[in-house]
C-alpha cells in the first residue's frame, strides 16, 4: 500500500488515499477567496473527502494476487 498514486504507476499494488486533484481544487478556492478580500478565520474549516483507490493488477497478477471483481468495480483506477 502507499499514499500516492504515482507509486502504483510505478508498480506498487495499491493506494487508498485522498484524491490531491481534490485538494488542491479546495486550497485554490480557499485562496481565491482570501485575495478577494475574506479573512481566513472567518472562512469554515473544510476537509476532502473524496478518498481514492488505485490498484495496480499488473502487480498483483505478478505477486500471484486475485483481486476480487467487487473491489475491482469499487477502485477509482485500475491499472491494468
Known amino acids: 500500500m502507499f499514499l500516492d498514486e ?3 504507476i510505478k508498480g506498487g499494488l495499491a493506494s487508498y488515499n485522498v484524491s490531491h486533484h481534490e485538494v488542491g481544487r479546495l ?3 480557499y485562496v481565491q477567496r ?4 475574506v479573512k481566513p478565520k472567518d472562512m469554515p474549516v ?3 473527502d473524496k478518498i481514492a483507490l488505485i490498484i495496480n493488477l499488473k502487480t498483483a ?3 500471484g494476487l486475485t483481486i476480487h471483481t467487487n473491489v475491482l468495480a469499487r477502485a477509482d483506477r485500475v491499472i491494468r
Open 6 to 8: 504515482s507509486a502504483v
Open 27 to 29: 486550497s485554490a478556492k
Open 34 to 37: 482570501i485575495l478577494t478580500g
Open 46 to 48: 473544510q476537509g476532502v
Open 61 to 63: 497478477k505478478q505477486i
